[in-house]
């Protein structure tokens, strides 16, 4: 369950972003994305802990195979990225049906469509990486609606806010703790179910596979689902693209043998939808969040900790 709020602060961040969201509406979109990048290297000037996580991050990623030069160019590139996606988010509200060519460009939209068409419902899986919130929209405009695994926000207002422009489209919304039975209805109605599945998983709920040469807990729900419904899955990112736009990419369905040994076929299949993020991310790196605590969580036989240094931890 989300953190409880004082509802004086709650409120106080709701005005702010909405005043913030009725401004950015007021300007030209080319302007609003400038001004979010901006707002973004401002973010990794101000904000020493999350630039040295980022740094911490990407030498764990790429070790020496990138120069010190290169990662901080990732590294800015990154946080001026997610800044360009706050201040988009009005962009939301522009979209229309008729008119997706103004926002996407798409690439392999067969292989979702063909899934789409065995009726057995499909789980379209992707990381933190592009405009992810974009992919989701814009395919439930396509016809092909999607119910949205999430996790709410602490500030329930915002929550409200952010729910509004995720199911413009015609999705739904379902929240993650205790997803699994949501989940199946979805899938049994025919429709998408939608899940990243490239953030750390505390506890004992994740399993460990690799990414990027590191063990990562990761979520085993999208492999221990699909398994049990034999529903296609279908990896997607939403890339942006120099004009503003965006190129959502669908990936050919995932393909799957099963071996009878149901703890290995979920390692298995969830090391397989791993790997294609990593791919993706090794591409066009600069469009992951990098300072996201990937690694936090370390498998017990592992002595070591968060393997990012202590003081990009602090």
């Not at 009005?90 to 060519?101: G, K, M, N």
């Not at 949501?182 to 709920?205: F, H, K």
């Not at 369905?253 to 009878?260: A, I, L, M, W």
């Amino acid at each position: 369950m989300p953190r409880t709020r004082h509802p004086i602060r709650s409120l106080m961040e709701v005005g702010m972003v909405r005043a913030l969201l009725v401004l950015l509406s007021l300007i030209p979109r080319r302007l609003r994305l400038m001004t979010g990048r901006m707002l973004g290297l401002g973010l990794y000037v101000l904000v020493p802990r999350l630039r040295r996580m980022a740094r911490a991050n990407l030498d764990c990623a790429f070790g020496a195979t990138k120069t010190p030069a290169e990662k901080t160019r990732i590294a800015r590139a990154s946080f001026s990225h997610l800044g360009r996606l706050l201040c988009d988010t009005p962009a939301f509200s522009r979209v229309l049906p008729e008119r997706l060519e103004d926002f996407a460009e798409f690439e392999g939209l067969e292989h979702v469509r063909k899934a789409y068409s065995q009726g057995r419902g499909v789980f379209v899986f992707s990381g933190h990486y592009g405009n992810w919130e974009m992919v989701a929209l814009v395919q439930g405009y396509l016809g092909m609606p999607l119910a949205m695994v999430t996790r709410p926000l602490d500030n329930p207002h915002l929550e409200r806010i952010l729910f509004g422009y995720r199911t413009l489209s015609g999705n739904q919304i379902i929240h993650k703790r205790g997803a699994a039975k949501e989940m199946l209805r979805a899938i049994r109605r025919g429709w998408g179910v939608a899940i990243v599945i490239d953030q750390n998983v505390r506890g004992e709920d994740g399993i460990f596979v690799d990414f990027f040469g590191l063990p990562a807990s990761t979520t085993p729900a999208l492999a221990t689902l699909a398994l049990k419904t034999e529903a296609p899955v279908v990896p997607v990112f939403g890339i942006p693209l120099p004009d503003g736009r965006y190129r959502i990419r669908y990936l050919p369905e995932v393909e799957f043998q099963r071996t009878g040994d149901t703890r290995e076929d979920i390692l298995a299949l969830t090391q397989r939808c791993t790997r294609i993020i990593e791919d993706q991310i090794r591409e066009q790196p600069e469009f992951w969040v990098w300072m996201h605590r990937r690694w936090r969580t370390r498998p017990r036989e592992d002595s070591a900790a968060d393997p990012a240094p202590r003081e990009a931890r602090a």
